[in-house]
Each structure stands twice: as structure tokens, then as C-alpha cells.
């Protein structure tokens, strides 16, 4: 992309939008996840860059004045090592902004917490959870725009340590020899149990299983259809399903449960 383009200037008076940038793919970060950013945080301007060289590109070709506009660069987790690696330059290239590693995995969070112990300035990298129902990311993204820095209090608490499977060895009982079958259904049994899915999270699929496009879900509930898009995209995550026809499914088989919660 031409990464100047980024740069758009605000039609009233040409002042330079403050700009935030998500830096990954668009199956990490999707054309409905910029659009939601972007309607709901109207200071500033939202874009996607696909790769950690398109930075260096504005380093290059871009003024002092536009790179200090950048206020905001949030990182997909798959960049994580790349992004640490020369992270101290990316501070001297856009000293006005604040970086975020966007992550769906725990275990990559808790590893740049582990890489901070050796990197200090490292530590002035929030974490962004992108598994979260709509509302509450929309509460995070906004306090990283306001300067904040946010780590989940979950992931303050030291992960316990796993026991060896070593210890195990000699102590396994019958049980453990059980067809990897019904340890499958288990799982799968105790995945449905653990499902949370918000009230608002629950009148979208409840209305998206009664068969009604998002236009007319949004009007329902008086939200935009991009916030439609994205509670489905977060609720289905939760459901571990893939498609509006699979959570529907879900929905009448758990309807009773779903009721009661």
C-alpha cells in the first residue's frame, strides 16, 4: 500500500488527524474491526499496515510532523518477535507513540512479559486482549488512546507451574488408558459448559438465529451493523463455531441454558 495515504488531512481547518495504526494482516485485523475503531473513537484516524517494513517506509518518506502524529501502533501477537527485536529504534521513529501487542493467546502476552524482565523499555508495551466481547475492548482501546497503559489484571498473577509429566509415570491409573475418544467429548462437553456470552452478546445470536440480517439487528438494538459484525465475530470465537448457520445451531440445542444465565 502507499503508506503515505495515511496521512489525510482533516477538511475543516488542515490540522493533521492523529493517526493509530494496526499493524498485521487483515485476518488478524479485519476491515470490520478498523470500522468499528474508527466509529467509536472519532479523534482520530484508524489504518492498517501489513507488515513491520511498511513502518520503516514512513520513516523514510514521511515529515517529523506526520510520524508525530502516530499515536497509537498495536501489534498483532505474530510480530512479536520481530517488533521486540528493534524496539528501541520503533521508540526513536515515533516518539509520540504508544505501542500495544493486540494478542488471542495468553502464552504469547506472558512471553513479552518475560522478555521485559531483560528489556526494560519493553515494559511500556500494553497488552490488548482481542477475545473480549465488543464493549469491553472498545474500554481498552480507548484508554490506550488516552496514553494509559493496560495490562489484564489475569495475567498479573504468576502462571502455575505444571506439574512434570515425568512424576506421572509410574502412578498412571487405568483411567489414563481411556480411548482419547471420550477424553475428546469431555473436552468438548466442558467447552460448552465454560461459555460465557454477554446480554448483549446474547440478543445478537438469538436474533441472528431467528434469521435476521445485521441491518436489521443493529436497528433492533440501536447499534451500528459494524458492531453487529463484531459481537458475531467475538460470540462465534467464544462458541468455538464457524459460520452464523453453526452458531444458530448452537443456540437452539443451548437455548434453555442460555435463558437461565
Same mark, same amino acid.
Given at each position: ?31 470490520? $474491526?478498523?470500522?468499528? /475503531?474508527?466509529? #467509536? ?7 492498517? &499496515?501489513? *507488515?513491520? @517494513?511498511? +513502518? !520503516?517506509? $514512513?520513516?523514510?518518506? /514521511?515529515?517529523? #510532523? ?7 501502533? &498495536?501489534? *498483532?501477537? @505474530?510480530? +512479536? !518477535? ?180
Amino acid at each position: 500500500m502507499n503508506v503515505e495515504s495515511i496521512f489525510i488531512q482533516e477538511p475543516k481547518n488542515g490540522a493533521q488527524k492523529i493517526i493509530g495504526i494496526f499493524l498485521g494482516s487483515p485476518l488478524c485485523f479485519s476491515d470490520t $474491526i478498523l470500522k468499528i /475503531a474508527d466509529g #467509536e473513537i472519532n479523534c482520530m484516524q484508524f489504518t492498517r &499496515l501489513e *507488515d513491520i @517494513s511498511d +513502518l !520503516e517506509q $514512513i520513516r523514510h518518506t /514521511a515529515s517529523v #510532523e506526520q510520524r508525530g502524529s502516530i499515536r497509537n501502533i &498495536l501489534i *498483532d501477537e @505474530s510480530m +512479536l !518477535e520481530a517488533v521486540c527485536k528493534d524496539f528501541s529504534e520503533l521508540q526513536n521513529n515515533f516518539p509520540n507513540a504508544q505501542f500495544a501487542l493486540a494478542f488471542r493467546q495468553h502464552q504469547n502476552a506472558r512471553h513479552l512479559m518475560t522478555l521485559a524482565t531483560e528489556q526494560s523499555e519493553l515494559r511500556q508495551v500494553s497488552l490488548l486482549p482481542m477475545h473480549l466481547e465488543v464493549d469491553r475492548w472498545l474500554s481498552i482501546l480507548r484508554l490506550l488512546v488516552c496514553g494509559e497503559h493496560y495490562v489484564p489484571s489475569e495475567l498479573m498473577v504468576p502462571q502455575q507451574q505444571e506439574v512434570p509429566a515425568a512424576s506421572h509415570e509410574h502412578s498412571r491409573s487405568p483411567a489414563s488408558d481411556a480411548p482419547k475418544e471420550h477424553s475428546a467429548n469431555n473436552d468438548a462437553m466442558e467447552h460448552h459448559q465454560s461459555v460465557h456470552l454477554t446480554e448483549r452478546e446474547i440478543q445478537v445470536l438469538r436474533s441472528a438465529a431467528e434469521g435476521k440480517p445485521n441491518k436489521i439487528i443493529a436497528e433492533e438494538l440501536r447499534l451500528s451493523p459494524h458492531t453487529i459484525k463484531l459481537h458475531m465475530h467475538h460470540l462465534m470465537a467464544k462458541l468455538g463455531v464457524h459460520n452464523r448457520t453453526e452458531a444458530a445451531i448452537w443456540f437452539f440445542d443451548h437455548q434453555h441454558e442460555v435463558a437461565g444465565s
